[in-house]
T-cell receptor, first 116, second 114 residues
Framework: AQKVTQAQTEISVVEKEDVTLDCVYE???????LFWYKQPPSGELVFLIR??????QNEISGRYSWNFQKSTSSFNFTITASQVVDSAVYFC?????????????FGTGTRLTVIP | EPEVTQTPSHQVTQMGQEVILRCVPI?????FYWYRQILGQKVEFLVS????????KSEIFDDQFSVERPDGSNFTLKIRSTKLEDSAMYFC????????????FGDGTRLSIL
């Protein structure tokens, strides 16, 4: 069965600090996709990144970077030089690679508070 | 940038009443989804829809729930006889294809059952 674990329920950092949000997943599929979504206080879900199981390259996008390690089943997310606008709940999600529409399994989320 | 739109943003309904939540997915997307998020909890999958039929549904999606694509643009979620525990944020999402494309979410409809 698939499972996504975000062990950090809440994190607080001071502005400009770096912060890493952890995500560990479980799946029996060899093909799967991992996602991060941001949910700001306004409540919408904003897509940040998708990574497939065959691509272990780390990715950097501005202040955001992602570290995918199949050996530890982890897909961690780092924000460099955090800003107050980064305050949100961040969800890691997994989609298995079956044919057809594939639903997302979400973790419980990590609430990040960036203190000015 | 095209986006998924949901109406209404907030729906208040008496317990036992029927409610219909509406979504307009991104126009060239083929896969549609409903998720819900009970306050303070994680986002949970309800149902996926492709080619005018349900592809998959979770155990939450019981006989009280139904989905429909009544025309070429709308995608609706109906709850036949609402219960207090149906109070949640309901998100619609769509994707261009299945797992190799990201799902784009609407802003959600907050459903409050009294």
């Amino acid at each position: 069965a698939q499972k996504v674990t975000q062990a950090q329920t809440e994190i607080s950092v001071v502005e400009k600090e770096d912060v890493t949000l952890d995500c560990v997943y479980e799946t029996r599929d060899t093909t799967y996709y991992l996602f991060w979504y941001k949910q700001p206080p306004s409540g919408e879900l904003v897509f940040l990144i998708r990574r497939n199981s065959f691509d272990e390259q780390n990715e950097i996008s501005g202040r955001y970077s992602w570290n995918f390690q199949k050996s530890t089943s982890s897909f961690n997310f780092t924000i460099t030089a955090s800003q107050v606008v980064d305050s949100a709940v961040y969800f890691c999600a997994l989609s298995e690679g079956r044919t057809g529409a594939n639903n997302l399994f979400f973790g419980t989320g990590t609430r990040l508070t960036v203190i000015p | 940038e095209p986006e998924v739109t949901q109406t209404p943003s907030h729906q208040v309904t008496q317990m036992g009443q029927e409610v219909i939540l509406r979504c307009v997915p991104i126009s060239n997307h083929l896969y549609f989804y409903w998720y819900r998020q009970i306050l303070g909890q994680k986002v949970e999958f309800l149902v996926s829809f492709y080619n005018n039929e349900i592809s998959e549904k979770s155990e939450i999606f019981d006989d009280q729930f139904s989905v429909e694509r009544p025309d070429g643009s709308n995608f609706t979620l109906k709850i036949r006889s609402t219960k207090l525990e149906d109070s949640a944020m309901y998100f619609c999402a769509s994707s261009q294809s299945h797992s190799n494309q990201p799902q784009h979410f609407g802003d959600g409809t907050r459903l409050s059952i009294l």
